[in-house]
Nanobody, 128 residues
């Protein structure tokens, strides 16, 4: 059974940093583009950042570009999201997911995710 396990969330003050980690098992990790998504209370899930299977290209939603950095270590089957200069509106549950091939033309959106491969989420709370 494929597992995606996120960690690294927590409570941080505005301006602080967190590093999220997603450890993937029982999946050919380097065959998949991967992404981070988030969902705040009362809002739809949104794509935060996605990275190609080889790590050569990455996408960021406008609100996090320049503050967040996505990376992956294919040897460790691990995906990362370095989050700096955090703001209260970054508060959400953060999920990692493996993307279907359709992400190439749909983009970094929840409907690009292979529905079998979502993590359970890690909460990020940024206080003002």
């Amino acid at each position: 059974q494929v597992q995606l396990v996120e960690s690294g969330g927590g409570l941080v003050q505005a301006g602080g940093s967190l590093r999220l980690t997603c450890t993937v098992s029982r999946l050919n990790f380097d065959d998949y583009a991967m992404g981070w998504f988030r969902q705040a209370p009362g809002k739809e899930r949104e794509g935060v950042s996605c990275i190609a299977y080889g790590g050569g290209s990455a996408y960021y939603t406008d609100s996090v570009r320049g503050r967040f950095t996505i990376s992956r270590d294919n040897a460790k089957n691990t995906l990362y999201l370095q989050m700096d200069s955090l703001r209260p509106d970054d508060t959400a549950m953060y999920y990692c997911a493996a993307l279907a091939a359709t992400w190439a033309y749909i983009g970094c959106q929840p409907r690009s995710v292979d529905s079998r491969y979502w993590g359970q989420g890690t909460q990020v709370t940024v206080s003002s």
